[in-house]
């Protein structure tokens, strides 16, 4: 029986797919807003996609809303625009995905290619974790809480990424901080793992 329509389940009708859940069309999520960046490359060869990688981001720092990350991933960020935004001159990074604030998608890079996420980076005994990760960046900081839209798309699309790189299991799904210890802590306390682990099951 359908419910009946109330404001949140209105909003939520207007993210994309999360009902039907997330599909992949060439290593671009379908239905899924497209900013494209160019800072990406190939993989190296026969490399295996199978760790998948959760960070945060927000510019500045818990500032949410606006375009400053996006354009940060496509090298058109204004550095004088905000004091903070000094550090970040010159940088060329990029994720595959951010999930906004209210949940919403969108894709940078395709996730057969390369994006510069992880930086120094070391999963077991594997070292350059971008070679063969996956990173989604949530808009968020490490100690404001997640939003439950960002759960539902977190978890519905790492469903769909599970799927289709079959190397992703939970237990290769980690935080910066766990593949970059001292060095980076994202996402967070404010990052509820029990949580978002029970939602991919
Ligand atoms: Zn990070």
Redesign the pocket.
Known sequence: MPRLAGADSVREALLPNRRAGFRIDDGWLRHVRRVVSPNCNERPSGCSIDLLVI???SLPPGEFGGDHVERLFCNSLDCSAHPWFERLRGLEVSAHLLIDRNGAVTQFVPFQSRAG?AGASTFGTRSNCNDFSIGIELEGTDDVPYTDAQYRSLSAVSRCLMREFRGISIGRIVG?ADIAPGR?T?PGPSFDWTRYRKALR
């Open positions: 960070h945060n981001i996420h910066h980076k994202d």
